[in-house]
């Protein structure tokens, strides 16, 4: 059974608090992919991975960043975390080749920024 | 760009009755689609998808949905719904040929009543 893991299912931090959120895919996807989830705004891409080392920004990437050092690991960096960052974050994984851009997603994490 | 509208913020079926939940898209070719359901506090789960030929697919769960090209649309529908169908349903379309991202409608979440 392909499988999406996130580190946490909840997180509280405080504000100024450095944020790490984990996201490992088992199915040897190129793509991985970072979402914020809010009421009645549906998912935001924050930030998208193609390959090791590659990114590119999403919709909405300030106050965010990324890294992948290896392929099955992609993580999700809130470098001074603030109040207006409690959401729910969502990660997806994607192949390349033949999957018609169809995400597998993880359970998500929901993180409060006190 | 992409993009997708989902009308309906929320609807409210008895358990039983028959369920459509909309879906439209604008997009100048061919697009993927996609919808996926996520019950509360968890991830997204994959119903269906269309990449090609009929335009009837069969999903998950008793859930169908029609791409209709000349309405622009891909609603979903399941002639019967269970108590367990409470949840939050989301569309997305992706590019064929073009970027490996998804865009997702900002979702419909469906009450069930007994």
């Known amino acids: 059974d392909v499988k999406v893991t996130q580190s946490s299912r909840y997180l509280v931090k405080r504000t100024g608090e450095k944020v790490f959120l984990e996201c490992v895919q088992d199915?040897?996807?190129?793509?991985m992919f970072w979402y914020r989830q809010d009421p009645g705004l549906g998912l935001r891409l924050i930030y998208f991975?193609?390959?090791?080392?590659?990114?590119e920004k999403g919709d909405i990437p300030e106050g965010y960043s990324v890294s992948r050092e290896k392929k099955e690991r992609f993580s999700l960096i809130l470098e001074s975390a603030s109040t207006n960052q409690t959401s729910m974050y969502l990660c997806?994984?994607?192949?390349?080749?033949?999957?018609?851009?169809?995400?597998?997603f993880g359970p998500g994490t929901r993180l409060t920024v006190l | 760009a992409q993009s997708v509208t989902q009308p309906d913020i929320h609807i409210t079926v008895s358990e039983g009755a028959s369920l459509e939940l909309r879906c439209n898209y604008s997009y100048g070719a061919t697009p993927y689609l996609f919808w996926y359901v996520q019950s509360p506090g968890q991830g997204l789960q994959l119903l269906l998808k269309y990449f090609s030929g009929d335009t009837l697919v069969q999903g998950i769960k008793g859930f169908e949905a029609e791409f209709k090209r000349s309405q622009s649309s891909f609603n979903l529908r399941k002639p019967s719904v269970h108590w367990s169908d409470a949840a939050e349903y989301f569309c997305?379309?992706?590019?064929?040929?073009?970027?490996?991202?998804?865009?997702f409608g900002k979702g419909t979440k469906l009450t069930v009543n007994p």
């Open positions: 199915m040897d996807h190129e793509n």
């Open positions: 997305a379309v992706g590019a064929k040929g073009g970027s490996e991202k998804l865009v």
């Open positions: 991975s193609y390959d090791v080392k590659m990114k």
């Open positions: 997806a994984s994607s192949r390349v080749a033949g999957s018609y851009n169809e995400q597998f």
